[in-house]
């Protein structure tokens, strides 16, 4: 595929991190990155950064259509998903009315809109789920990217969305997430309550870059699932990161969903499957061990000293 010009929106995340990470080392494309911390983003010849609140949706439309990107990838997102119990209508301006707009702007400039949802919009009975699922979800944030999901793919022909879960990154440096926590927790010694029926796969963020990376050169549309080849608890999920990193996993005490004093509801046997992606795109996704390998090599080669960081 000849190079193209890639807008991406919440340029500062997670996921973002990676997909800069490996369009930079993997192809000549151009990235147009949009954020609202662009101070924080490495600065990189030929890539253009716009300072910009997710939450401008005219300054947004106006960049697009300045920039013309043949690829739009919206990474930005609430994520907090008991915050969006109580924070609705920024939850459903920042998931759904920003998905709105970008496809009706992807759809006059002719782009192909690339969007990340969440297991979330499962209700959790009988997971891991495959595309073809009926969407039922039991908390507000799973309403979000039920309704993101829909504004997408039914007004956009040209739209993909990625599903993911308990994503994890192999950098050091970079955001809190559930493994990251737990590290943080156990190397200081703390004792942690992980749930023990909870269910996903946790989901490596390069192995996501891949499926992105695939679905652009492919020109693939509609639903794909990137989840990690590992179904695993919580609890699970942490006496492994314990285990890889030499920590104590008796600190680690398995505990009931119930017993959590969360806002939001969670769903019990989440996870996606992963088959389409794999036959589909040819993506071969990390196991958990793997992916904390790397991740602790990060660690000793940038000598990394932990400090938990805010979503």
């Not at 023990?196 to 963020?205: A, I, L, S």
Request: aromatic share 10%; hydrophobic share 35%; net charge positive.
């Amino acid at each position: 595929m000849n190079d193209v010009n890639i807008l991406i929106l919440g340029a500062s995340g997670r996921i973002a991190t990676s997909l800069i990470k490996f369009f930079r080392l993997e192809t000549s494309h151009r990235l147009i990155l949009l954020s609202n911390f662009t101070e924080k983003l490495p600065h990189y010849e030929g890539y253009t950064y716009y300072k910009v609140n997710s939450l401008d949706f005219k300054e947004i439309k106006n960049i697009c259509f300045k920039e013309r990107p043949e690829v739009i990838i919206n990474a930005a997102g609430y994520t907090d998903v008991d915050k969006c119990e109580s924070e609705r209508n920024t939850a459903w301006d920042l998931n759904v009315t920003l998905a709105e707009n970008l496809a009706s702007i992807s759809r006059v400039i002719d782009s192909h809109l690339i969007s990340f949802s969440s297991d979330y919009v499962f209700d959790g009975l009988k997971g891991p789920y495959t595309e073809d699922d009926k969407q039922n979800p039991i908390n507000f944030y799973g309403r979000t990217k039920h309704g993101m999901e829909n504004a997408c793919l039914y007004n956009l022909n040209t739209s993909t969305v990625i599903r993911t879960n308990c994503i994890y990154a192999s950098e050091a440096k970079g955001k809190t997430d559930f493994i990251r926590w737990v590290l943080y927790k156990l190397e200081q010694g703390y004792g942690v309550e992980i749930v023990e029926g909870q269910f996903c796969n946790p989901t490596y963020t390069e192995d996501i870059a891949v499926v992105v990376n695939k679905v652009i050169t492919k020109k693939r549309y509609g639903i794909y699932h990137a989840g990690g080849p590992d179904w695993l608890s919580r609890y699970e999920i942490a006496v492994t990161t314990a285990k890889v990193f030499s920590l104590d996993e008796t600190l680690i005490k398995p505990i009931r969903l119930n017993q959590l004093n969360q806002s939001a509801r969670r769903p019990n046997k989440g996870g996606l499957v992963n088959l389409k992606a794999v036959t589909d795109l040819g993506v071969k996704f990390t196991p958990l061990e793997s992916g904390l390998m790397t991740l602790k090599q990060s660690m000793r080669d940038s000598r990394f000293t932990f400090v938990l960081k805010g979503n």
